[in-house]
């Protein structure tokens, strides 16, 4: 079993996202772990009686007696979080008192105010020490009580893509059962066909991303602003991460109490699986740039180019700064800048790249790098699939019609539900009778990996405006596994039509033009690029933006939504997935209506 936990940055309190890869959920064994959370509960009072002791009385020092905690057999993870934190204190308590011993002792007489400042240090280290299993403790004692409540609740979850299965998974570990529906599912094991989802590139990109001049549609009276996407982006960033580590670690346990009636996700087999990976990985990102920001003093904007230039120069300083903040991201962005003024031949970790693309005949001048999680989409998809069916989650194929507020009843009451999830990508337009909606259609090639740079590194030219002021295309070339590389991109508004081939002129052109950028596919022959099917779909955009909001249409209503993810889905899901938990649990379990539950998550972020 491996546990995903990491602190989310930019939530009010100190909170920390906990999943399980297996069957079991979180909150089921934070309660399991109630005899431990007792017992953690004792020690860590007698710490705090000895250490305070200690602190008052300089001489009296021999109550170095801490029992140490008996964890009952059958321990499971969250008893050994909150066992591992006790004992830390434990160690720093027994460590501060054994200075104290020391001191006391005829033979160091006169060296007292050392050994006072040596306790000064160990006694504040133990405190910390103390405080943080205090919490660990409560946190535990907290997700065991939550699943209580949980546990009497049914999500009825509509999209079974990232969004939804997301969304899914955090709601599974917090206790709740969960329903699945949706008319398609990832057909894992094609390349062609499948839900956005699957067909996505999937890299992550700092928002805004490069698919369109700028992928937020309207900076203000919108559901969600870019300063949002760029918090939900981070929380991803973090998960992705740490997801890594963990990955290949999927249960090989069979699916418990679950009944996927009707699903058809071809391959997709819930019980028996065995290693399977997510399929995330950190790669190094390059961008490059017609325009020169790079010295800060000088970004102007005097041209719609120079505006745009300088809107990415701002977000490289985000990036740059994000990493080096003493928060969650320290060193996890790794920047660098490349500029062809002040290294005309590139240098240092920038040769392989500046090999790598055509920079002259594309009038490059500035390009910046960054580290960036990469998702392989068939994998990912297949675990996730699996992984909800493995923690119980019922999943059932059919086409919801209508406005889900309209049929919320119906709907409830056929799946046994107390509230419902709508995470149906384009399909909000019906669902959330939501008229901003609107498809980009999307494709890209994929192919046998060209040359072992590639295999780490993602090579982008984002859309921006050339030197005449121009709107240039974006080149986006990711790698999706070590032996397969991911070529685009074609983004097309309101266009509905999947029928493109590689022989269409817009497919074409886009290869044309990645070929003439990057090096390494000129190159190269027999990559497969024709062979494999063309990879299409809709990307689910919003003209009011990601919407992650219960609807308050009327305050009984309970709907909430997580869905306009455009050209981002995968680098907004974990994000957008917790908010909606999070707007889900007040709705369910502290009985706020829509616009409550909306006013406490936003603020007056949101219109
Ligand atoms: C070519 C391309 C490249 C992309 N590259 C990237 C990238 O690099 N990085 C990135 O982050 N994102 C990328 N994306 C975008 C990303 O794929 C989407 O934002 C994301 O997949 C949206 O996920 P979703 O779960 O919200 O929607 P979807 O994946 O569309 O899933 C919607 C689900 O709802 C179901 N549904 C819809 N209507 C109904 C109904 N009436 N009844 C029942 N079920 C219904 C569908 O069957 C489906 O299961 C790309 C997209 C494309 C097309």
């Given at each position: 079993?491996?546990?995903?936990?990491?602190?989310?940055p930019?939530t009010?309190?100190?909170?920390?996202l906990?999943?399980t890869?297996?069957?079991?959920?979180?909150?089921?064994e934070?309660?399991?772990a109630?005899t431990?959370?007792?017992?953690?509960?004792?020690?860590?009072?007698?710490?705090?009686?000895?250490i305070?002791?200690?602190?008052?009385?300089?001489?009296?020092?021999?109550?170095?007696?801490?029992?140490h905690?008996?964890?009952?057999?059958g321990?499971?993870?969250?008893?050994?979080?909150?066992?591992?934190?006790v004992?830390?204190?434990?160690?720093?308590?027994?460590?501060?008192?054994?200075?104290?011993i020391?001191?006391?002792k005829?033979?160091?007489?006169?060296?007292?105010?050392?050994?006072?400042?040596?306790?000064?240090?160990?006694y504040?280290?133990?405190?910390?020490?103390?405080?943080?299993?205090?919490?660990?403790?409560?946190?535990v004692?907290?997700?065991?009580?939550?699943?209580?409540?949980?546990?009497?609740?049914?999500?009825?979850?509509v999209?079974g893509?990232?969004?939804?299965?997301?969304?899914?998974?955090?709601?599974?570990?917090?206790?709740?059962?969960?329903s699945?529906?949706a008319?398609?599912?990832?057909?894992?094991g094609?390349e062609?066909?499948g839900?956005?989802?699957?067909?996505?590139?999937?890299?992550w990109?700092?928002?805004?991303?490069?698919c369109g001049?700028?992928?937020?549609?309207?900076?203000?009276?919108?559901?969600?602003?870019?300063?949002?996407?760029?918090?939900w982006?981070?929380?991803s960033?973090?998960?992705?991460?740490?997801?890594?580590?963990?990955?290949?670690?999927?249960s090989?346990?069979?699916?418990?109490?679950?009944t996927?009636?009707?699903?058809?996700?071809?391959?997709?087999?819930?019980?028996?699986?065995?290693?399977?990976?997510?399929?995330?990985r950190?790669?190094?990102?390059?961008?490059f740039f017609?325009?020169?920001?790079?010295?800060?003093?000088?970004?102007?904007a005097?041209?719609k180019?120079?505006?745009n230039a300088?809107e990415?120069?701002?977000?490289?300083?985000?990036?740059?700064?994000?990493?080096r903040t003493?928060?969650?991201?320290?060193?996890?962005?790794?920047?660098?800048?490349?500029?062809?003024?002040g290294?005309?031949?590139?240098?240092?970790?920038?040769?392989?790249?500046?090999a790598?693309?055509?920079?002259t005949?594309?009038?490059?001048?500035?390009?910046?790098?960054?580290?960036?999680?990469v998702?392989?989409?068939?994998a990912?998809?297949?675990f996730?699939?699996?992984?909800v069916r493995?923690?119980g989650?019922v999943?059932?194929?059919?086409?919801?019609?209508?406005?889900?507020?309209?049929?919320?009843?119906e709907l409830?009451?056929?799946?046994?539900?107390d509230?419902?999830?709508?995470a149906?990508?384009l399909?909000?337009?019906?669902l959330?009778?939501?008229?901003?909606?609107?498809?980009?259609?999307?494709?890209?090639?994929?192919?046998?990996?060209?040359h072992?740079f590639?295999?780490?590194n993602?090579?982008l030219?984002?859309?921006?405006?050339?030197?005449?002021?121009n709107?240039?295309?974006?080149?986006?070339?990711?790698?999706?596994?070590?032996?397969?590389?991911?070529?685009?991109?074609?983004?097309?508004r309101?266009?509905?039509?999947?029928?493109?081939?590689?022989?269409?002129?817009?497919?074409?052109?886009?290869?044309?033009?990645?070929?003439?950028?990057?090096?390494?596919?000129?190159?190269n022959?027999?990559?497969?690029?024709d062979?494999?099917p063309l990879?299409?779909?809709l990307?689910?955009?919003?003209?009011?933006?990601?919407r992650?909001?219960?609807?308050n249409?009327?305050?009984?209503?309970?709907?909430?939504?997580?869905?306009?993810?455009g050209?981002?889905?995968?680098?907004?899901?974990?994000?957008?997935?917790w908010?909606?938990?999070?707007l889900?649990?007040m709705?369910?379990?502290?009985?706020k209506s829509?616009?409550?539950?909306?006013t406490?998550?936003?603020?007056?972020?949101?219109?």
């Amino acid at each position: 079993m491996a546990t995903i936990a990491i602190q989310l940055p930019y939530t009010k309190g100190p909170e920390v996202l906990q999943l399980t890869t297996d069957k079991h959920c979180y909150a089921k064994e934070a309660k399991l772990a109630g005899t431990v959370i007792e017992e953690a509960r004792r020690v860590i009072g007698r710490a705090r009686e000895v250490i305070g002791r200690n602190r008052e009385e300089f001489n009296v020092a021999n109550s170095a007696n801490i029992p140490h905690m008996e964890v009952p057999t059958g321990t499971n993870i969250v008893a050994n979080d909150v066992k591992r934190a006790v004992n830390d204190a434990v160690e720093a308590v027994e460590n501060a008192v054994k200075i104290k011993i020391d001191a006391s002792k005829p033979d160091n007489a006169g060296q007292q105010s050392a050994y006072e400042e040596t306790f000064v240090r160990a006694y504040t280290n133990a405190t910390t020490k103390i405080d943080e299993a205090t919490e660990a403790t409560a946190r535990v004692h907290q997700a065991g009580v939550r699943y209580d409540k949980a546990k009497e609740k049914t999500v009825l979850v509509v999209g079974g893509g990232v969004s939804g299965l997301m969304t899914a998974w955090i709601l599974l570990d917090k206790g709740h059962r969960v329903s699945i529906v949706a008319k398609d599912w990832a057909e894992t094991g094609t390349e062609a066909k499948g839900i956005t989802s699957q067909i996505a590139g999937a890299l992550w990109e700092y928002p805004p991303g490069s698919c369109g001049l700028s992928e937020i549609e309207v900076p203000v009276l919108a559901y969600s602003k870019l300063e949002q996407y760029q918090e939900w982006a981070m929380q991803s960033f973090l998960f992705y991460e740490r997801l890594q580590t963990v990955a290949g670690t999927a249960s090989g346990s069979t699916a418990s109490g679950s009944t996927a009636s009707g699903s058809t996700a071809s391959g997709s087999t819930a019980s028996g699986s065995t290693n399977l990976s997510f399929g995330a990985r950190m790669i190094n990102l390059y961008q490059f740039f017609h325009h020169n920001y790079s010295n800060e003093g000088t970004a102007t904007a005097e041209t719609k180019a120079g505006a745009n230039a300088n809107e990415h120069y701002q977000k490289y300083i985000r990036i740059r700064d994000l990493g080096r903040t003493e928060g969650s991201f320290r060193d996890k962005l790794q920047t660098s800048i490349w500029d062809a003024t002040g290294e005309p031949n590139g240098s240092g970790e920038w040769v392989n790249a500046l090999a790598a693309v055509n920079s002259t005949g594309f009038g490059l001048k500035w390009g910046y790098r960054h580290r960036a999680p990469v998702i392989d989409t068939d994998a990912a998809m297949k675990f996730l699939m699996e992984l909800v069916r493995d923690k119980g989650a019922v999943l059932e194929t059919r086409e919801i019609k209508g406005d889900l507020h309209l049929h919320e009843r119906e709907l409830m009451d056929d799946f046994q539900a107390d509230i419902i999830v709508n995470a149906s990508g384009l399909g909000a337009h019906t669902l959330a009778n939501d008229d901003q909606i609107f498809p980009v259609r999307g494709a890209v090639k994929r192919m046998n990996m060209p040359h072992p740079f590639l295999e780490d590194n993602a090579v982008l030219l984002p859309a921006q405006y050339d030197i005449a002021d121009n709107p240039s295309k974006t080149i986006f070339i990711v790698p999706r596994r070590e032996d397969t590389l991911v070529v685009g991109s074609i983004i097309q508004r309101n266009n509905w039509d999947l029928s493109l081939t590689h022989q269409s002129p817009e497919v074409m052109a886009m290869w044309e033009r990645a070929k003439e950028f990057i090096t390494h596919l000129q190159e190269n022959r027999g990559l497969g690029e024709d062979e494999r099917p063309l990879a299409q779909g809709l990307r689910p955009f919003s003209h009011s933006n990601v919407r992650v909001s219960a609807d308050n249409r009327t305050n009984s209503c309970r709907v909430v939504h997580n869905y306009g993810h455009g050209g981002s889905g995968w680098t907004l899901a974990v994000g957008c997935a917790w908010t909606c938990v999070k707007l889900v649990e007040m709705i369910l379990h502290e009985g706020k209506s829509g616009s409550v539950a909306n006013t406490e998550v936003w603020g007056l972020k949101q219109y």
